[in-house]
């Protein structure tokens, strides 16, 4: 599959940043609650893309709230990397995050995307090492043969509160939450022909 690189140049604006972290295991999503930051980010991004919707006007006008879209999350999200996605992927999370934002005042941020099969491969045998077996490193990480994030269509997300938003709006771009115990993994199923597919209680309920 062919992957993309997109790079839009943005105004400096402030960026609003956190620390990176692995998700910790899930609880079902609403029995979490929202975190009131996060709802104060939202709503400043939310605030930051209005500004800059002159700017994405003037340079493509059919594309506008995309882009304002795109330039407000990165200042939120700095960190994220969407390189290595399948086109398909990319396009329907920037779909997805676009309409969150503009109609729902939604965050969606990206914690892990594609996988180089290599750093896939790390994670697992550490999953190895810390569970005591590949069986039981399964239950949390696949080894890269296996991982839709080797394939470049999965997708990690957050906040809580953008992952049930695509949880409940997903389907309409082919994206869906694939595991019981992981609340922030989605993947991109175009083939699925908008029935959503089995979920599994875990990675290595079965191969992906």
């Known amino acids: 599959?062919?992957?993309?690189?997109?790079?839009?140049?943005?105004p400096i604006v402030v960026v609003m940043n956190e620390p990176r972290a692995l998700p910790p295991l899930a609880l079902p999503p609403r029995a979490l609650p929202a975190r009131p930051r996060d709802r104060l980010f939202a709503a400043v991004?939310?605030?930051?893309?209005?500004?800059l919707l002159?700017?994405?006007?003037a340079r493509h006008p059919g594309r506008a709230r995309e882009l304002a879209c795109r330039w407000a999350l990165r200042r939120r999200f700095p960190a994220e990397d969407l390189t290595g996605l399948t086109d398909g992927?990319?396009?329907?999370f920037t779909a997805a995050r676009t309409e969150a934002l503009w109609r729902h005042g939604q965050l969606i941020g990206l914690t892990s995307g594609y996988r180089d099969p290599l750093v896939q491969q790390r994670l697992f045998d550490e999953e190895?090492?810390?569970?005591?077996?590949?069986?039981?490193?399964?239950?949390?990480?696949?080894?890269?043969?296996?991982s839709s994030?080797?394939?470049g269509i999965a997708l990690d997300v957050r906040p809580l509160e953008g992952a049930r938003w695509l949880?409940?709006?997903?389907?309409r771009y082919a994206l869906y939450r694939i595991y019981d115990s992981e609340w922030w993994h989605f993947e991109h199923r175009p083939d699925s022909g908008?029935?959503?597919?089995?979920?599994r209680p875990h990675p290595g309920a079965t191969g992906h």
């Not at 002159?54 to 006007?57: I, K, N, R, T």
């Not at 949880?167 to 389907?171: D, I, N, R, W």
């Not at 908008?194 to 979920?199: L, N």
């Open 149 to 151: 994030h080797v394939k």
């Open 89 to 92: 992927a990319m396009a329907a």
């Open 194 to 199: 908008g029935t959503p597919p089995p979920r």
């Open 1 to 10: 599959m062919r992957r993309t690189r997109h790079a839009h140049s943005a």
């Open 54 to 57: 002159p700017v994405a006007l």
């Open 45 to 51: 991004t939310l605030v930051l893309a209005v500004l």
């Open 167 to 171: 949880e409940e709006h997903g389907a």
């Open 128 to 146: 190895v090492r810390r569970s005591g077996s590949p069986a039981s490193a399964r239950m949390r990480v696949l080894p890269p043969a296996e």
